[in-house]
């Protein structure tokens, strides 16, 4: 080797070393995001197994359900009866979309036998359909009961990236309880039951709303991200490898 050549893998050498540090490190991340993701599918097959258990389930009554609650903070997908009047003038509106439609999932608050209250959410109206007085059929009116599966409360907003709830238009982009209830106008010192119920399908006078709208098939793409941040990873390794192998050969 002369003394040019040797100059010229002098001064690659630095460049080779920084190269092969740095694709180290992306390899060892796109591992990681690889594993973290197989973590998350055997979560969601957890998860989508204690649904199917849950909602094949015949239904409890609802101081199985509290006790439940008060026990693990998880009744979620759980089905649940139970028995009250709806305050209709106390009705919260949360967004959604149905079947490619977009409006509303009607929250009313019912009040139980006992005096407390617990929210339903007995299911959804198209957007033009919001103001209760074009469903009047669907305002139930009496003592029923209803049937449907509990969820539990969400601590805080899911997401920096839904809007803020516009209480003053009644319309919620996410489930906010405690703030649902406060506005519902209902009487002083009420107390609530800790979870919501979504209704079941059973069919409302008029149509509305549309019961049985709990989306229970949730999505498990897990298996296919794992695949694909590892897939990057092996296919780094063989860059990686080829290119020490030239490195060497150069030499």
Do not use: C
Not at 96 to 119: I, K, M
């Amino acid at each position: 080797m002369n003394e040019t050549t040797g100059s010229v893998a002098d001064r690659s050498r630095p460049r080779l070393a920084l190269l092969i540090g740095l694709g180290l490190i992306l390899f060892a991340v796109l591992i990681g995001l690889g594993t973290w993701q197989v973590q998350r599918l055997h979560w969601k097959e957890d998860l989508l197994a204690t649904i199917d258990e849950r909602t094949h389930s015949a239904p409890l009554p609802l101081t199985d359900v509290e006790k439940q609650f008060a026990a693990s903070h998880d009744v979620d997908y759980t089905p649940v009866t139970v028995t009250g009047t709806f305050l209709h003038q106390g009705e919260r509106h949360f967004f959604s979309t149905w079947q490619g439609d977009s409006g509303f999932n009607v929250y009313t608050p019912l009040q139980l036998e006992d005096g407390r209250f617990v929210l339903v959410n007995r299911g959804f109206v198209p957007y033009d359909l919001k103001d209760p007085a074009k469903r009047q059929q669907g305002e139930i009116a009496g003592k029923v009961t209803v049937t449907g599966l509990a969820r539990n409360p969400l601590p805080a907003k899911p997401s920096m990236m839904l809007p803020d709830n516009d209480v003053a238009k009644n319309i919620f982009y996410w489930k906010d309880r405690d703030v649902m209830a406060a506005t519902a106008g209902l009487p002083a010192g009420f107390v609530l039951v800790p979870f919501f119920i979504d209704a079941d399908k059973t069919p409302n006078p008029g149509g509305l709303p549309v019961g049985g709208v709990t989306i229970i098939d949730l999505p498990n793409n897990h298996l296919q991200y794992a695949v694909t941040w590892y897939g990057l990873a092996a296919a780094l390794a063989a860059v990686l490898i080829l290119r020490l192998r030239r490195s060497a050969k150069e030499q």
